[in-house]
């Protein structure tokens, strides 16, 4: 019945969803940062384009995100980095989907929430299609 206070609302998706598109339009991030949360123990990789942050309990504040590591990265752990990451975003909207579908309480948007995973998924395409694109050729 409350699962619902701790899922996004689709205006939060929205906005991710933008923050993220306008990010990494044109852009190809060179590092992977490695995060340890001293809240929580948990470590989080970002690219240098995302802002600091735990996955595990959504921590920002850079004086209790310990960096771990920075590395360059290959277009492959990119690719694998950002499937994750929008893997989780679809996981959390779809759980919300079915959150908003189950109780008539909520105010949900069936039609602004297929929209949200349709860009998601695109993004992801996106993404991972850029990437595979890059020659492979290093010299
Ligand atoms: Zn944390």
Redesign the pocket.
């Known amino acids: 019945m409350k699962s619902m206070d701790e899922l996004q609302s689709t205006e939060d998706f929205d906005q991710d969803m933008k923050d993220m598109e306008e990010r990494y339009a044109g852009k190809s991030p060179e590092y992977m940062v490695t995060y340890l949360?001293l809240?929580?123990n948990?470590d989080s990789a970002r690219t240098e384009i995302d802002p600091p942050e735990?996955f595990?309990?959504g921590?920002m504040e850079i004086e209790t995100l310990q960096i771990l590591e920075k590395k360059k990265i290959t277009a492959e752990v990119m690719a694998e980095r950002l499937k994750k990451v929008t893997d989780r975003m679809m996981e959390n909207l779809k759980g919300a989907y079915f959150a908003g579908k189950e109780d008539p309480n909520v105010d949900f948007d069936e039609d602004q929430m297929l929209k949200l995973l349709e860009r998601v998924k695109n993004l992801r395409d996106n993404v991972q299609g850029l990437e595979l694109k890059e020659p492979d050729e290093q010299s």
């Open positions: 949360c809240k929580c948990i735990c595990g309990c921590n």
